[in-house]
């Protein structure tokens, strides 16, 4: 997962739909483990909704 906005920037258009598809899975992961049961860290998807934000940003940036 990029950590900084900067490392968005350097990356090619499929190494970024790669993240792409990796920050989707984990959300989806999220949100079904929050449906049985309470999640400890209760912003992360949040912050997996704003990386795929960020993303999606630089895709549409890119073309």
């Not at 929050?34 to 704003?50: D, F, H, Q, T």
Request: proline share 0%; glycine share 2%.
């Amino acid at each position: 997962m990029a950590k900084k906005k900067d490392n968005l920037k350097l990356m090619k258009k499929s190494e970024l739909e790669k993240e792409l598809a990796t920050l989707e899975e984990n959300a989806r992961v999220v949100r079904f483990k929050a449906e049985g049961s309470r999640s400890k860290n209760v912003k992360e998807l949040s912050a997996i909704k704003r990386n795929i934000a960020r993303v999606l940003t630089e895709l549409r940036k890119q073309k």
